[in-house]
Every structure is written in structure tokens, then in C-alpha cells.
């Protein structure tokens, strides 16, 4: 695949369409010397995605880990199933590795601000509905609603920094990283509250869809400018954009589907796991709670900082073994002393969670263009969610099994080298856009 060209038979008026100059903006593994300069963008335009994209990353976890918060109380009130109560916490990697690999195709066929409105209002209608109902199916359906709207945006938000911030991937990475993680952790612990507050668990889990609402917003006008951008002949990706990326048939594409996936497995067994063993560990539930709390929130700064990082190192080797090292240890701890140093474990496990900021941003560090920078997205995210699924279920497994924590800490460090081994494949700079 040949890079696009490089220059452009005028400027771009809207900066929700891809740009082919925009497209070839060096990241930092590439050849400045050789690239063309990208076209200036409206500061508006730009501070307004920039808005766009950190409400819509504050959205990315909120109905999810809510929902987890209040799971108990949801299982009473409409008498769920222990099956279909296992179903519904499955339910998110469920949607992500489904509804996000149609993202691709919904790019290619609208802006992708249009794209985005779309999926806040699923996000938002969804989980209102959800909170109305006293169906178990009809919550199920809803809930469904609302993740395709994350689904969709968690593979959009790597391409708008591509697109439109290519010049400061790691910084922007980090700054919507960090939002995820704000909305993740704010969610998590004031879901009960604002339940006990208004008397009723659907208070806590609706509430968050105000927040989607608002997500809506600054897209409206760029959505419109979009469509009159469409009308007066700008171009369009379908014409600027080259050759479709294939992430699927490159070693590159699937080496970064599973340093997400294992990444992303150890993520959903910490949340879903980690506060029972301290519990096992004879912490207070209350306690064990508030450990779990901390991974996310040590998190946030890890997850500003992390990008940054990435995006000025020539190699990722160094990010991928350090990280590496910090779950291990955490591991290791928690299997032989977790009650005796748990804080030391938790801030461990915090900095080897640092992986899920360095994959988002190796996605665009690994593409030239915003068109590569979706598919390796999307590719890399539906894949690697497949993967995920199987981390709550199998620790679950194993745990019950052998009533006790080896066996489940034992698979999480062979789920951390295989992560390893694929995150010393994907170090390098290179291009999807450059492999067959």
C-alpha cells in the first residue's frame, strides 16, 4: 500500500473528515525530513474535538463499571439468574469485539462526527431504557444498546488523534486515557451512593446517562459541518484514501491484538477478582473495596503520563519489559503475602496496568495514516476483546476449583508472557500500512 499523497488540491473545511495531508504527519518514529507539512486546522475546530473526545472518553467505562457496583442489588430487583447475571458482566467484551470491528465500515461511509453522535445517543438511550424496565431480556437488550455506543467510539478515539493530532499523539492519548480512567473510577464509587441516595439502583446505574447526553454535544456542530463540507465537494476519505489496511494479514496487526487482549484479560480479572481476594486475605469487604478502587485511581496518573512517554521513545522495549516486571512482582506478592503488603501490591499492579495506555497509544504510533489508524484499531480491539472475555471466566474457574489463589495467579503471569512477548513484537517502529 502506497502512503497517499502529499499534498492536497485545496484545504480541508472540516475537521471531522480525513485529510490526506493530515494523514502522513510523522509520528515519533518517522522521517520528518521526508514528510509534508501538514494543513493547518481552525484552533476552534480543533479545541472542539479536543472537548468532543474527552467527554466521550469520561463515557467509555461509566455504564459498565456502575453496572458491576450495583450488580447485587440489580440481580434482586429483576430477579436475574446467576446465568444471566454471568452473562451480562460478560456482556461488554461481548459488544466490544463484536460492534467495534463494524466501525471501519461506518468510516468509510459517514463522517466520523456523525458516527459519534449516533453512538452517544445509543449510549444514552440505552441506558435510560435499561433503568425503566422490569424485563430481564429488555435490560439485556438495552444494556446491548448502550455498549454498542462504546464499542463504536473505543475504536474511533485512537483514529481523531491521527487525524487531527498526530504532531501530539502520546499528550493526547494520555489526556483521554486518563478521562477513561476518571469516568471508570468516579462511576465505581459513587454508583451505591447515589443509589442509597435516592432509594433504588436504577438511580445509580441511569444517572450516567446525562453524562452521555452531554458527550452528544460537541459533535452536533461538527457533524453539521461535516455535512455541509459533503455538499459544497469537499473531499472525502472514499476518495483521498488509499488501499484498505488489512491489519488481519500482517504479523504487526495480530502481535497488537494480543498484547491487547492479554493486557485487557488481566484488566477484567483485577476488577473482577481482586477486592475477593482481599477479601480471602481477611480485609473487611468494605476495605477490599477501597483496595480495588485504588489500582484505578493510582491508574490515572499512570495513564496521563504513560503515552507521553511512548510517544518519545524511539523503541517501546524498555515500556513493555518495565511494565512486565511491576505485574509480576505484584503478582508474586499477592500469591504469598497479599495481606501483609497490600498497598505495595496494589500501587504494582496500578503501573503494570499502564499497558492498556501504551497499547491505545502504539495504535496510532503503529499507523501512517487515519485510515490504517482505524482498521489497526479496530482490528487490534475486537480481536483482543475476543481474548479478554476469557480472563474473569477462567480465574472464576480456577478459583473454584482449587479454592484458592495459585492456580488464578498462575494463569495471569502465563497470560503476562505471552502480553510480553507480543509487546517486544510490536516495540519497533513500523507501519501497518507497509506489511502484507
Known sequence: MTPPP?????????????????????????????????TQRPVTGGLLVLVGMLL??????????????????????LGLSGTMAGFVTTLPTIAFAG?????????????????LVVAMLALAVGQVLRVVTDSALVFVATSALALAGIAVANILLPMLVKQHFSHRTGLVTGAYTMALTVGTTVAAASAVPIAHAFGSWRAGLGVWAALAAVAVLPWVPLALRARAARRAGTPTVAAAAPARVQPARTRLGWAMAVYFGAQSLSGYAIM????????????????AGLLLAGVTALGVPVALLMPALAGRLRTLRPLVLGLTAFSTAAYLGLAL???????????????????????????????????????????AQSTGYVIAALGPLLVGILYEATGGWTAPIGFLLAALAVQTVAGLAIARPRFIEDER
Open 272 to 287: 473482577g477478582w481482586l477486592a475477593q481476594l482481599f477479601r480471602d486475605a481477611d480485609f473487611a469487604p468494605e476495605t
Open 99 to 115: 460492534l467495534g470491528a463494524l466501525t471501519p465500515w461506518l468510516v468509510r461511509r459517514f463522517a466520523p462526527a456523525r458516527v
Open 6 to 38: 502529499s499534498a492536497t488540491a485545496g484545504p480541508v473545511t472540516g475537521p471531522d473528515r480525513l485529510s490526506p495531508t493530515a494523514d502522513v504527519t510523522p509520528g515519533p518514529a518517522t522521517d520528518a525530513a521526508s514528510a509534508p507539512v501538514p
Open 337 to 379: 503475602a497479599p495481606h501483609d503488603a497490600a498497598l505495595l501490591w496494589v500501587g504494582l499492579l496500578a503501573l503494570g496496568q499502564g499497558a492498556f495506555p501504551l497499547i491505545l497509544t502504539t495504535i496510532g504510533l503503529r499507523a501512517r495514516t487515519a485510515e490504517g489508524t482505524v482498521a489497526l484499531s479496530a482490528f
Open 56 to 77: 466521550v472518553a469520561l463515557n467509555l467505562r461509566a455504564a459498565v463499571t456502575s453496572l458491576g457496583a450495583l450488580l447485587d442489588e440489580i440481580r434482586t430487583g
